[in-house]
């Protein structure tokens, strides 16, 4: 669930991924329009954008990461912009739409509302951590293929995210109680009636697997 397709490398050439070149050519055009200002006018040395920064240490989808974080950094900028992981989404940036949900230690959580630094020591897990080693999709993941619970796309890591949770917390008992539980996951292309059939079908084969047991 990558947005970033890898563009057809020439041979002997490495392949070069759609968001690099973008933000490669973007960063060209930049420096093309201001470097005579910047010759023409003396300016102060910039901030070190690492001052004030804090060590973290927080494991993402089971591996280990010790990384400087500016205090004010979300979790979504860190995940997309410092480690490439961009299957968590920037739907509104004000935790209302659902499309950037992660888990961290288990608990869902709005990425663009958390402060990546209050992550430390904690586990997060994103969409791109919860299939398996050999690569077979999660049962969620597989059932909001086979109910075409889905249509753009763009927010369906973060149903995903959001529908694991709700079966592990015990809340996919119901179709009512799935709805209430995922209204926080907003489909604007309106997909709800597949979403709720896929996590109607998935909860039981989590349960097995995982051994997921409610009062």
Not at 103 to 112: E, F, K, N, Q, Y
């Amino acid at each position: 669930m990558n947005d970033t397709p890898t563009l057809r490398a020439a041979a002997g050439k490495p392949a070069l991924s759609r968001r690099t070149f973008m933000m490669t050519t973007a960063a060209g055009a930049g420096v093309a329009a201001t470097c005579g200002a910047v010759a023409a006018t003396p300016a102060e040395a910039p901030a070190n954008p690492h001052a004030g920064s804090q060590s973290t240490r927080v494991t993402i989808n089971g591996k280990p990461y010790e990384l400087a974080l500016e205090p004010r950094a979300s979790l979504l900028d860190v995940l997309r912009e410092q480690l490439g992981l961009t299957g968590a989404k920037k739907g509104c940036d004000h935790g209302q739409c659902g499309a950037c949900t992660v888990h961290v230690d288990g608990r869902r959580v709005a990425s663009c509302l958390t402060l990546a630094v209050k992550t430390d020591g904690c586990a997060v897990t994103t969409i791109e951590g919860i299939e398996s080693p050999d690569g077979t999709l999660h049962p969620m993941q597989q059932s909001f293929i086979d109910h075409d619970a889905l249509q753009c796309g763009y927010c369906t890591p973060g149903q995903v995210m959001a529908a694991i949770a709700c079966v592990r917390e015990g809340h996919a008992t119901s179709d009512a109680q799935i709805r209430e539980y995922m209204s926080g996951n907003i489909c604007r292309c309106g997909a709800y009636a597949g979403i709720l059939e896929a996590i109607r079908e998935a909860a039981p084969q989590m349960q097995r697997s995982e051994g997921i047991r409610h009062a």
